[in-house]
T-cell receptor
Framework: AQKITQTQPGMFVQEKEAVTLDCTYD???????LFWYKQPSSGEMIFLIY??????QNATEGRYSLNFQKARKSANLVISASQLGDSAMYFC?????????FGAGTTVTVRA | KAGVTQTPRYLIKTRGQQVTLSCSPI?????VSWYQQTPGQGLQFLFE???????NKGNFPGRFSGRQFSNSRSEMNVSTLELGDSALYLC??????????????FGPGTRLTVL
């Protein structure tokens, strides 16, 4: 079974600064996918970014980028130029056989 | 394109009752997955349906069941409700063509409270 670890329960970041959210995973599968989702207080899970295990380059989507280090089994999310609307819970997730396995999440609070 | 919709958004039930939650996927998506989110257990996978067939199931008791209709809409049912079933139930849809790359898009969730 895959295990996803997010070691930062909560983080504070100043508006307009960058923040890095840590995620490590454990799998023996050579082919897999990793996701990051954002969950505001409203509850809806919002897809942010995807990284495939065979992708040659790190994924980027606007202000979101993924620092993927396959050998270390880490997939850290970098949010650049933080905005007040980025305050939310962030989840790293591993997909296998149509099933997402989530980490415990990191709460990000952006300060003005 | 409309997103994933879930109804109802909020439910209050009492122990022993049963409940049915509904999920309509994004148009063109044939896979629907269900997840339970609680403060203690986090996000847990319940089951996934594709073309009316359950392809994967999580580690939940038989009181939790689901089905998918020919139009890809899905329902999940929880019978004999327990206090511990109080949770946010999230539905997600995807194309269902790859178990390792498909992006799952989530609905707003149904918040169930069991009294």
């Amino acid at each position: 079974a895959q295990k996803i670890t997010q070691t930062q329960p909560g983080m504070f970041v100043q508006e307009k600064e960058a923040v890095t959210l840590d995620c490590t995973y454990d799998t023996s599968d050579p082919s897999y996918g990793l996701f990051w989702y954002k969950q505001p207080s409203s509850g809806e899970m919002i897809f942010l970014i995807y990284q495939g295990s065979y992708d040659q380059q790190n994924a980027t989507e606007g202000r979101y980028s993924l620092n993927f280090q396959k050998a270390r089994k880490s997939a850290n999310l970098v949010i650049s130029a933080s905005q007040l609307g980025d305050s939310a819970m962030y989840f790293c997730a591993f997909i296998n056989d149509y099933k997402l396995s989530f980490g415990a999440g990191t709460t990000v609070t952006v300060r003005a | 394109k409309a997103g994933v919709t879930q109804t109802p958004r909020y439910l209050i039930k009492t122990r022993g009752q049963q409940v049915t939650l509904s999920c309509s996927p994004i148009s063109g998506h044939r896979s629907v997955s269900w997840y339970q989110q609680t403060p203690g257990q986090g996000l847990q996978f319940l089951f996934e349906y594709f073309s009316e067939t359950q392809r994967n199931k999580g580690n939940f008791p038989g009181r939790f069941s689901g089905r998918q209709f020919s139009n890809s809409r899905s329902e999940m049912n929880v019978s004999t409700l327990e206090l511990g079933d109080s949770a946010l139930y999230l539905c997600a849809s995807s194309h269902g063509t790859s178990g390792r790359t498909d992006t799952q898009y989530f609905g707003p969730g149904t918040r169930l409270t069991v009294l």
